[in-house]
């Protein structure tokens, strides 16, 4: 299992969030998705609108272009981002190793 998939021009990340976390983060994969630590927690929607405000950063997009597509309330979920220009380091670093 990859934790990206491209359909069309979109990319689908699959993530695996860990709240109350010190730092924002990627730590790797866990159960091949990304995981990703955020420091918000998992109270009204803030920890969902955190993961797009990082993703949002990490990509040099606006957040209207970021959307959570599965998972509203559990750790694994699924985002699209709407035809990304430029992939972070970390994405083809793990995209390599998979």
Do not use: C
């Amino acid at each position: 299992m990859n934790f990206y998939e491209w359909r069309g021009k979109d990319l689908i990340l699959k993530l695996h969030v860990q709240t109350r976390a010190k730092e924002n983060t990627i730590t790797g994969l866990h159960g091949g998705r990304l995981k990703l630590k955020i420091n918000a927690p998992p109270v009204d929607n803030k920890a969902n609108q955190h993961i797009i405000n990082y993703l949002a950063n990490e990509f040099s997009m606006k957040q209207s272009d970021i959307e959570l597509i599965s998972g509203l309330k559990h750790r694994d979920k699924q985002m699209i981002i709407k035809r990304p220009t430029q992939l972070p380091d970390w994405f083809n670093d793990l995209s390599d190793s998979t």
